[in-house]
């Protein structure tokens, strides 16, 4: 099949130029989006106008790695648009992109939508959007229809790409413009994006879940899975290499299971084999791997791979296989285990991360002694440690035996030490050798320092010139403190 086009930002800027407002917007995507940016330029100029300033925005990103990748995009339709980034106090334009996972994420929008209205109060001119996986939830946005009147713009993660278009709408009315998809096989390609690192940046290669882990809400609001053609992944890393791009995070919720849904099947690690090939990239990271779908085919190309990074996130959510089964996994923990031996005798330096539930309803203490007994064997890097939060239309919040609060909370707190004390003890094991780190920021608290990230994701502290952000360089690891690294440069 022929290869499209790379289309650069320049190219898209032509393209939204030679659109004519005077006739209807074209029904074809991304065409539709790029005539909506042109009338969205020429309504925030009209209003610039009115003010005798430029119109400011604030986009607050909640929740997981997509979330911040669609940030990015909402933020490249902003800028294109003529809107200037600032604080949230000092914005006309607010939007929280917000994350439903777990409740207490859920509770923050709620408590800050408060605060965002009395900024609103003061600033008439300013207008609130919210988006994100929370707005799927239709109790949500029955309950912002009733008591947050005063919220300008709702969409939710289906309609993401038709952003421009809901601005425009949203610029034009003074009511509440809502806009929700139950669901979506689209993928709209070609939509700008601002990138918050020049060198490194997230690539989504599938959207949606098909797994019903049987406590998690993200397949009822990301929809079904499906993954983008390679064609376009592939065109998009190399935009992105030919941008400035060093390191690229394959992105999807189990990227084990891409190109499934493909007209023309391919497996997870044909696509690494292919991305691996584009010039420029150096490092290459992916999240999330679900342990069923971990082939041997992908731990051969993590083998063999010179740019694969030296870290796998296997979320565990639980050492016991009776609770893994009424989560709907579809692994056990001799399964588990099994695999990351194979992981670890394939690549002996990789660093294992990973996430875990306590409270699963009907955990037992036995089933929480597996738990722990897997963090003991498996040993890792580091572990997202999470309570068990009840996600109403999930199966597990009607099922019986849910744990009482303490004593979720006090296995918790004992599972948190141990992941601690083996986390502290297998990040210092790089102490002394020299590693390649991608250098990403000026260290916030002592500007002689540079920030970086070695293969394994471990953060190293060195003295260096600014020059060097977004390069990659040799550090020798002095010492470990913790979780992160001082270093010294070589070379
Ligand atoms: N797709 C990823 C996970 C996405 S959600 C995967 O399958 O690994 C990120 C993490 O949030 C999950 O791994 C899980 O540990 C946690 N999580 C999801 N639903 C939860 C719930 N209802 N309560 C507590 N933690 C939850
Ligand atoms: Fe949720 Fe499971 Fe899908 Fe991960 S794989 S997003 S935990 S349903
Ligand atoms: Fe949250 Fe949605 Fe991600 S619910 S974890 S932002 S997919």
Redesign the pocket.
């Known amino acids: 099949m022929e290869k499209k086009e790379i289309l650069f930002d320049d190219t898209i800027e032509k393209i939204i130029e030679q659109m004519d407002l005077n006739q209807e917007a074209p029904g074809k995507e991304p065409d539709r989006q790029y005539w909506y940016m042109k009338k969205a330029r020429q309504l925030v100029r009209e209003k610039q106008k009115e003010l005798g300033r430029p119109l400011t925005f604030c986009v607050n990103t909640?929740?997981?790695q997509?979330?911040a990748r669609d940030s990015e995009k909402l933020v490249g339709v902003l800028e294109r648009i003529g809107y200037v980034e600032k604080q949230e106090e000092d914005a006309d334009f607010v939007i929280y992109n917000t994350?439903?996972?777990r409740e207490n994420?859920n509770l923050r929008v709620y408590g800050r939508l408060g605060y965002l209205h009395s900024l609103k109060k003061k600033n008439p001119h300013m207008m609130i959007g919210l988006c994100?996986?929370m707005m799927q939830e239709p109790q949500v946005v029955e309950k912002l229809k009733k008591s947050y009147s005063f919220v300008n713009l709702i969409f939710g993660t289906h309609n993401i790409y038709k952003f421009a278009e809901l601005v425009v709408l949203a610029l034009q009315s003074d009511r509440m413009v809502i806009d929700i998809w139950k669901d979506t096989d689209k993928i709209v390609e070609d939509l700008p994006s601002e990138r918050k690192y020049s060198f490194k940046s997230g690539v989504n290669i599938m959207f949606g879940c098909n797994n019903f882990c049987s406590y998690c809400?993200?397949p009822y609001?990301?929809g079904r899975e499906r993954s983008r053609n390679p064609r376009d992944i592939i065109r998009e890393v190399e935009r992105l290499a030919a941008d400035g791009v060093v390191e690229i995070m394959l992105l999807g919720?189990n990227v084990n299971s891409y190109g499934k849904t493909l007209e023309e099947p391919m497996t997870f690690a044909q696509l690494l084999r292919e991305i691996e090939k584009v010039e420029g990239i150096e490092r290459i990271r992916f999240m999330t791997s679900h342990p069923k779908d971990l082939s041997d085919e992908l731990i051969e190309v993590m083998k063999d791979s010179k740019k694969i990074c030296r870290h796998l996130h296997l979320p565990l959510q639980s050492g016991s296989s009776a609770i893994l089964k009424k989560m709907n996994r579809r692994y056990d923990k001799e399964k588990y285990l099994q695999l990351v031996e194979k992981i670890r005798s394939a690549v002996p330096d990789i660093s294992l991360t990973t996430d875990i539930i306590v409270g699963f309803p009907g955990e037992t203490e036995e089933d929480f002694l597996e738990t722990m007994d897997v963090v003991e064997k498996v040993r890792y890097d580091s572990a997202f440690t999470f309570i068990y939060s009840k996600r109403t239309g999930t199966p597990a919040a009607v099922m019986e035996d849910q744990v009482p609060e303490d004593v979720v909370k006090d296995r918790f707190d004992r599972l948190l030490a141990k992941v601690q004390e083996i986390g502290r003890q297998m990040s210092a094991r790089d102490t002394g050798t020299v590693q390649d780190v991608l250098v990403e920021e000026q260290n916030g608290q002592d500007p002689h320092l540079l920030t970086g990230r070695l293969s394994n994701n471990l953060l190293v502290h060195f003295e260096g010139d600014t020059s060097l952000i977004g390069k990659i360089c040799s550090v020798h690891l002095d010492e470990c403190r913790g979780f992160y690294y001082m270093g010294t440069k070589v070379g």
Do not use: E, L, P
């Open positions: 909640f929740g997981c997509m979330n994350c439903t996972v994420a994100g996986c809400i993200v609001v990301r919720q």
